[in-house]
């Protein structure tokens, strides 16, 4: 993600929690935190 969208860092980290979000909401909790944690490595965020 951080290739094609370079510029809108705040707005991908608002979508990756949006989305580990739904996949825990749909009782995905593991998936959730490793997506959510790999993106947010991904985009270099603390």
Do not use: C, D, W
């Not at 825990?24 to 998936?31: A, F, I, T, Y």
């Amino acid at each position: 993600m951080k290739t094609l969208f370079p510029n809108a860092k705040e707005s991908l980290v608002a979508g990756v929690v949006l989305l580990s979000n739904i996949y825990s909401s749909l009782g995905k909790h593991e998936e959730a935190k490793t997506f959510r944690s790999n993106q947010i490595e991904e985009l270099g965020v603390k």
